[in-house]
C-alpha cells in the first residue's frame, strides 16, 4: 500500500510541490484542525462501513498525486485503495494527524532594522509559533515546539550557531523542546523567574536586556496569561508577545486556577496589554499562537501595532469590562494540558510519541 510520511508531505508543501489533499474524516474532527488547503470529504463513516462508494462523487485533478488523511491513517489507507483502483496517484498519510502534529514551516518576517533576520518557525497543525533571530552568525531561540533538530537545521543551514534559547511563559498546550535545545546546541536556557520549573535556568527580569550581534533583546514582565508570562522586545522593531497578545486575541487567564484567581490575573493581563499598548505604533508584534493551522504561504503571522489597535483599545478601554470579558468567552481547555504543564515544569519531553500528548488544535486564545 502506498503510504506517505508526514515529514515527505510537509517537504512537498513547503517546495510547492502539486497535491490534493483528501481529508476523509468526519466533520467534528475536521473543524478542530486541519491541513491548510486541503480538501474535506466527509467519507469516514462510509470507509470504515466498507462501502466501496464512499468516494465516487468526488472529483479529483487527475494531474497530481492524492494523499488521503485521517486520524491516525487507517482509514486514509481504505480511501487511497480507492482511488487508487479508479487511477489515481494516491498516497495516505502515515499515522494521519495524529503524525501531522510536528509539521512545520517557516516564514521570514519583514523588520526595518537589516541588522537582525527574524524567521518564525511554524508548528503548522497546532499553530504554534516560535522564532529564531539571527545576528552576526548568532542566533537565539523563542519558544521552541518543535523537535531540536528543527532549530539545528535552520541554523546550520545559515551558518549561525544558537547561542540562546528563551521561552516565554511555561507553556501549557506543547511540550516545551528548549531545555533540550539548550541541551543540544550548549546554548543559555532563558526563563522569566518564576518557582514553577524544576531545573536550572537563568532569569530574565523585567526590564533586562539580552544582547545578540546587534540585537538587543529587553524582557518585559507581561503578566496574566500566566504569572510569569514575559515579552521580549527586539531593538524597536518587534515584540514577541507569547501567548500574552496575539494578532487577534489575547492570552486566557485560567488554566490551573479557581474564578477569583482567574479574575485577578484577568486583572495582570488588563495592565500587562495596557503596557504593550504604549510600545511604538510601528512595531510588530509577534506572538506565540495562531488560531489556525498554518498554511505552507511564508507568511508570518505578525501585526503591526497599530494594525491591532482597533479592537484592542475598544477590549482595553475599561477594567471591569475587559475582565468581565475575558473571564466570560473561555473557550474549553487544551488537550492533557495539566500533563503538559507537569512535564514542562518537570523539563522533561517523554521519550516515547510526544504527540500523542499534544494532539489537537490550540486553545491559549480568548476572541
Ligand atoms: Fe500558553
Redesign the pocket.
Known sequence: MNKIEAATLRDWLDAQQPVTVVDVRTDEERGQWAIPGSVHINAYEALRAGQPGALDEVALPRDRPVVTVCGAGRTSQTAAEILSARGFDAWSLAGGMKAWSLAWNTADVPLADGTVRVIQVRRTGKGCLSYLLASSNEALVIDPSLPADVYLDLARHDGLSIRYVLET?V???HLSRARDLATKTGATLLLPPQQRVKFAFTPLADGQRLQLGSATLRAIHTPG??NESTSYRLNESAVFTG?TLFTNGV?RPDLHADLQTIRQRAGLLFASLTRLRHLRADISVLP?HASEPIAFDGRPIAAKLNEIAGWLDEWIASEPNFIERVTSNLPPAPANFSRIVELNEAGDVPSGDATDLEAGANR?AVR
Do not use: K, N, V
Request: one cysteine or more; proline letters at 0%.
Open positions: 511563559h507553556h501549557a498546550d496569561h500566566t501567548d492570552g506565540a491559549c
